[in-house]
């Protein structure tokens, strides 16, 4: 059974940070593109940063400056960095794992961002 479990949302100030976690079991994550999604109310989801099977990272331009992605093959982990957060990060996050063609999400994490 596949599972991911985030962990690390909640509300922060604006200029805060959180680091968001994203645990899997029942996949060889290693062999795993790991992404990082929001959706706020309202909006679509989207695509916040990617990190390939060898490391290589892809973020959003909005966030580019302020986020990092990373993972720990080693605790089937990624991780989600964020720095100097303003109130339109404000969204559920959601962890992704994909390798063709299969693809898992997790549950989500809320992250609110106000003062």
């Known amino acids: 059974q596949v599972q991911l479990v985030e962990s690390g949302g909640g509300l922060v100030q604006p200029g805060g940070s959180l680091r968001l976690s994203c645990a899997a079991s029942?996949?060889?994550?290693?062999?795993?593109?790991m992404g990082w999604y929001r959706q706020a109310p309202g909006k679509e989801r989207e695509l916040v940063a990617s990190?390939?099977?060898?490391?290589?990272?892809n973020l959003r331009n909005s966030v580019k400056d302020r986020f990092t992605i990373s993972r720990d093959n080693a605790k089937n982990t990624v991780y989600l960095q964020m720095n100097s957060l303003k109130p339109e990060d404000t969204a559920v996050y959601y962890c992704?794992?994909?390798?063709?063609?299969?693809?898992?999400w997790g549950q989500g994490t809320q992250v609110t961002v106000s003062s």
């Open positions: 992704k794992a994909a390798t063709e063609p299969r693809a898992y």
């Open positions: 029942g996949i060889i994550f290693r062999l795993y593109i």
């Open positions: 990190i390939t099977q060898l490391g290589s990272t």
